[in-house]
């Protein structure tokens, strides 16, 4: 089956600082959900991207799926701590339905 | 707040012991999924559940066990309790051929 990896697993940002977190796969993925868990949440789902080079903002994310469907970003412009929490790329794989996640990239904010 | 619902929020059980987690999905929804979510680490599927029979399982043994019930309520059991099931279990409701699945808050298992 597809699986992702995340880099980085951790990133500590000052506020109003800029950064690009990445979802990586060997295999061509058929699509990428993120989604955003606050500490002591559970995962809400953010966006999808299914076309090869989508680009897609919300606010301050704007998120991008590669041209080989083998990668994906969520970069966040002028960082908030509002942002912190852990961000979570994951396939949907068709049959099952189930979403195969990446182990997350956990987001600190210094104010 | 998506409409999802999971009972109780928190437990504590021993090992070999028996659990069961409960989870309303939101109206208008036909298909629930189950999560298990260690600490520090992404939820991984258990198994999914559509017209209340198993639509896909994941990597877990026998002793995870779910049902379904006509109005698209879910229950996960688990027997046999090990310490490493102390995890937080997440279900998602969905509608069936859609793309989006929707996260409940969560029952948090510790096994001593």
């Known amino acids: 089956g597809q699986q992702v990896m995340q880099i980085p697993q951790y990133q500590h940002v000052q506020e109003g600082e800029d950064f690009t977190t990445y979802c990586n796969s060997s295999?061509?993925?058929?699509?990428i959900q993120w989604y955003k868990q606050r500490p002591g949440g559970h995962p809400v789902f953010l966006i999808q991207l299914v076309k090869s080079g989508e680009v897609k903002k919300q606010k301050r994310l704007t998120f991008q799926f590669g041209e080989a469907k083998k990668n994906s970003s969520l970069h966040i412009t002028a960082t908030q701590t509002t942002d912190v929490g852990t961000y979570f790329c994951?396939?949907?794989?068709?049959?099952?339905?189930?979403?195969?996640f990446g182990k997350g990239m956990k987001l600190t904010v210094n104010p | 707040e998506t409409g999802v619902t999971q009972s109780p929020t928190h437990l504590i059980k021993t090992r070999g012991q028996q659990v069961t987690l409960r989870c309303s999905s939101q109206?208008?929804?036909?298909?629930v999924s189950w999560y298990q979510q260690a600490l520090g680490q992404g939820p991984q599927f258990i198994f999914q559940?559509?017209?209340?029979?198993?639509?896909g399982r994941g990597n877990f043994p026998p002793r995870f066990s779910g049902l379904q019930f006509p109005n698209y309520s879910s229950e996960l059991n688990v027997n046999a309790l090990e310490l490493d099931d102390s995890a937080l279990y997440l279900c998602?409701?969905?509608?069936?051929?859609?793309?989006?699945?929707?996260f409940g808050p969560g029952t948090r298992l510790t096994v001593l």
């Open positions: 559940y559509y017209r209340e029979e198993e639509n």
């Open positions: 994951a396939v949907l794989q068709g049959g099952s339905e189930k979403l195969v």
């Open positions: 109206s208008g929804h036909n298909t």
């Open positions: 295999t061509t993925l058929s699509n």
């Open positions: 998602a409701s969905s509608l069936m051929g859609t793309d989006t699945q929707y």
